[in-house]
């Protein structure tokens, strides 16, 4: 059984820094595909960064310089570290896992709040 747990989030205020953390089991880690998400509050759960098995990267403009996603395969581990937080990165954060043929394993989520 494929199962996520996040760790890290927090309060926070602008310009300040958090990493996320994201410990998988049950996944042979190296070979599956994972990535952040946020959900604010009315909004659509959009995509932070992905990291490719092959350790390719993708950032949107909005966290672009700011966020910067690695993977620890020793540990089974991913991790977001977030830079200059912005009062508009407040949202819940999902770690996720993408297994190619079976589909996404989302973690349970992990609130990030961001003050002026």
């Known amino acids: 059984q494929v199962r996520l747990a996040e760790s890290g989030g927090g309060s926070v205020q602008a310009g300040g820094s958090l990493r996320l953390s994201c410990v998988v089991s049950?996944?042979?880690?190296?070979?599956?595909?994972m990535g952040w998400h946020r959900q604010a509050p009315g909004k659509e759960r959009e995509v932070v960064t992905g990291?490719?098995?092959?350790?390719?990267?993708y950032y949107p403009d909005s966290v672009k310089g700011r966020f910067t996603i690695f993977r620890d395969d020793a540990n089974n581990s991913l991790h977001l570290q977030m830079n200059s937080l912005k009062p508009e990165d407040t949202a819940v954060y999902y770690c996720?896992?993408?297994?190619?043929?079976?589909?996404?394993?989302w973690g349970q989520g992990t609130q990030v709040t961001v003050s002026l």
């Open positions: 990291v490719a098995s092959g350790g390719a990267t």
């Open positions: 049950g996944v042979m880690f190296s070979s599956v595909g």
């Open positions: 996720r896992v993408t297994i190619i043929g079976i589909g996404d394993y």
